[in-house]
């Protein structure tokens, strides 16, 4: 099974500012790698695709990078209703693993 | 719009079964992979098992391969779940989600239903 280590577990920033979110693949997966979002009491939500594709109506601040084993998410210029948590998953190959997740806070 | 609605949660004693359904609707049902994903009170998502778009293939997650069975109608426009021999380990939210593309990204989520496994 490939295993995906995200990290930081969690982080806090100020409105406006920007995070890095980091996951590894414990094998290649090429761009196999999605992001979601998931605010509390609701279900996750998808944010890029593909490791760098954006998903329709999903704000241009979040953008994805990577390929391989290495990827990251990043968030630019932090608005109110994106502090949240944040989950990768690999969809190269089932089972279909998520990474621990990421709870982004506001200082 | 699409809309993926859960029902079948609730409480149930270790050693116990439990069938969750999830039905599809504002899409063509029949064409795509559904998934079960589940996230413990204050965890990460887990994901459990995956059908293909006509009930053939199934994949499950280790943790619960011989105890859970996905499936699917298509013509109900639904797919399950059924638990058995559950455990306390197994609480948790369970949503269906949507699988799309090439990238068999999670589109579409419902709205989950909890199972708690409790004496």
């Known amino acids: 099974d490939i295993q995906m280590t995200q990290s930081p577990s969690s982080l806090s920033a100020s409105v406006g500012g920007g995070v890095t979110i980091t996951c590894r693949a414990s094998?290649?997966?090429?761009?196999?790698l999605n992001w979601y979002q998931q605010k509390p009491g609701r279900a996750p939500n998808l944010l890029i695709y593909?490791?760098?594709t954006l998903q329709s109506g999903v704000p241009s601040r979040f953008s994805g990078s990577g390929s391989g084993t290495d990827f990251t998410l990043t968030i630019s210029g932090l608005q109110p209703e994106d502090f949240a948590s944040y989950f990768c998953?690999?969809?190269?190959?089932?089972?279909?693993?998520f990474g621990q997740g990421t709870k982004l806070e506001i200082k | 719009e699409v809309q993926l609605v859960e029902s079948g949660g609730g409480l149930v004693q270790p050693g116990g079964s439990l069938r969750l359904s999830c039905v599809g609707s504002?899409?063509?049902?029949?064409?795509?992979?559904m998934h079960w994903v589940r996230q413990a009170p204050g965890r990460g998502l887990v994901w459990v098992s995956g059908?293909?778009?006509?009930?053939?293939?199934?994949t499950y997650a280790d943790s619960v391969k011989g105890r859970f069975t996905m499936s699917r109608d298509n013509a109900k426009n639904a797919v399950y779940l059924q638990m058995k021999s559950l455990r306390a380990e197994d609480t948790a939210v369970y949503y269906c989600a949507r699988g799309v593309g090439f990238s068999e990204r999670f589109l579409n989520w419902g709205q989950g239903a909890l199972i708690t496994v409790s004496s």
């Open positions: 504002e899409f063509t049902f029949s064409s795509y992979w």
């Open positions: 059908v293909n778009s006509d009930g053939t293939r199934t």
């Open positions: 593909a490791a760098s």
């Open positions: 998953q690999q969809s190269h190959s089932s089972p279909y693993t």
């Open positions: 094998q290649n997966i090429n761009t196999y």
